[in-house]
């Protein structure tokens, strides 16, 4: 594709962690390749609505380290419909942009890959979810500050459940992966972790409960998935109470706290990785595809992979958490 003279960056659906990171390494390797690099504000939305500008190496100055995304982020329902479709591919074809990195995660990639197949426009994707739910990566970009994030607020809930003798139940994001509240769970110490891919039997959760207690345990941490098939952190702490009335309970929803605050080394240098080889994959031909690392290797994954294929989550550290909690 040695005709790829200038490119387009977004970011688009949910917000993470170490997007500013990515959008720094896009731009500069860019420029440094001697391409020219645009930015598009407000994803597929922005997109549509021509919101689109020229970047240069001082437009990324001094946000590796923030939060967010300086290009903001938008979903764009409009952009599911041809018709939206086509006036996006006319303001890229407008600016002279001739291919496109796309920052996010499942939506954003679907959009990507309908989107190339129709415009024939090359698109390369990076993983930019908390949700670390996409196959093809070992960790997406966002997913190590959410768990500290998650680590940070458990560790000072303890704190409170401790002094007052209480069962905390705290719930974290994962409406359909319970990647967050496993890695986080483990790490501070939770007694029970509920995630979308296994049964939440509550009689059996209230019985090993009633039996930490039974043994002087005094307080506990049980971290819930939002996507738990319970219905999430106040169903199970509504059927807990009826089952066991005599630990007093509290629940914490943590919410979009998990998606904000300044990245992590780890995310800033994923981030950073990411977006180098993404432009390095355009100019070497690879298009339609999310760039990732997987055991240190960057690795290039068809999109139609990277969504649809399932990510399977660690049973054995489940099983791990429950021993290490006894």
């Not at 591919?89 to 990639?109: C, E, P, S, W």
């Amino acid at each position: 594709m040695t005709y790829i003279q200038r490119i387009g960056v977004m970011t688009s659906g949910g917000d993470s962690p170490g997007m500013n990171a990515a959008i720094r390494a896009v731009v500069r390797t860019a420029i440094f390749n001697g391409l020219e690099v645009f930015g598009i504000y407000r994803g597929y939305e922005g997109m549509i609505d021509d919101q689109i500008e020229e970047m240069f190496s001082h437009s990324v100055s001094n946000i590796i380290q923030r939060g967010g995304t300086i290009l903001k982020t938008a979903r764009s329902e409009r952009f599911k419909e041809y018709e939206g479709r086509l006036k996006a591919y006319q303001n890229l074809r407008t600016h002279k942009i001739d291919a496109l990195v796309a920052i996010g995660g499942n939506g954003t990639f679907t959009g990507a890959s309908i989107f190339e197949k129709e415009f024939n426009f090359p698109i390369i994707g990076l993983p930019g979810t908390i949700d670390n739910d996409l196959y093809g990566t070992d960790s997406t970009i966002g997913y190590d500050t959410a768990i500290n994030t998650v680590v940070e607020a458990a560790d000072k809930i303890r704190d409170t459940a401790t002094s007052h003798e209480r069962l905390f139940f705290i719930e974290v994001m994962g409406r359909d992966a319970g990647f967050i509240a496993l890695r986080s769970g483990i790490a501070c110490g939770a007694e029970f972790i509920l995630v979308p891919e296994t049964t939440t039997y509550i009689d059996n959760l209230a019985r090993l409960l009633r039996h930490d207690w039974r043994k002087n345990k005094t307080s506990g941490i049980v971290i819930v998935a939002e996507g738990d098939d319970m219905g999430g952190a106040i169903e199970v702490a509504k059927k807990m109470k009826e089952r066991v009335p005599e630990i007093e309970a509290r629940v914490t929803i943590l919410g979009h706290v998990q998606r904000g605050g300044s990245p992590s080394a780890f995310d800033r240098v994923l981030a950073s990785s990411l977006g180098y080889h993404a432009v390095k994959g355009l100019l070497e031909e690879q298009h339609g595809v999310m760039t990732g690392i997987i055991n240190k290797e960057v690795v290039y994954t068809p999109f139609e992979k990277a969504i649809k294929h399932y990510k399977d989550i660690n049973t054995d550290m489940l099983e791990m958490s429950r021993i290490l909690a006894l």
